[in-house]
């Protein structure tokens, strides 16, 4: 059964910064793509950043060069560092998992991150 735990959202003020952590279990973790998404009221949920098996990493570009996503495989943990937030951050922030094609398949059940003018 797969499991993934956020946690590390909150309420900043704008220009602050977060570090949201997920911890996964249920899947192999090292050869799953593990990503960040987040949802704002009224939107479509968006993938933020998101760090394939191989290495590779993805951000959106609303985000690049301010939000820093990393994964520990010994730990099943993945990171997602974010500086100089805005108001236009704030959403619920999900974590998600791959399943073996690669396709995001399961989500955890997110963490709120509020930036405040």
């Known amino acids: 059964q797969v499991q993934l735990v956020e946690s590390g959202g909150g309420l900043v003020q704008a220009g602050g910064s977060l570090r949201l952590s997920c911890a996964a279990s249920g899947r192999t973790f090292s050869s799953s793509n593990v990503g960040w998404f987040r949802q704002a009221p009224g939107k479509e949920r968006e993938l933020v950043a998101g760090?394939?098996?191989?290495?590779?990493?993805t951000y959106a570009d609303s985000v690049k060069g301010r939000f820093t996503i990393s994964r520990d495989n010994a730990k099943n943990t993945v990171y997602l560092q974010m500086n100089s937030l805005k108001p236009e951050d704030t959403a619920v922030y999900y974590c998600?998992?791959?399943?073996?094609?690669?396709?995001?398949?399961?989500w955890g059940q997110g963490t709120q991150v509020t930036v405040s003018s």
């Open positions: 760090t394939f098996w191989s290495g590779r990493i």
């Open positions: 998600g998992i791959s399943d073996s094609t690669g396709k995001y398949d399961f």
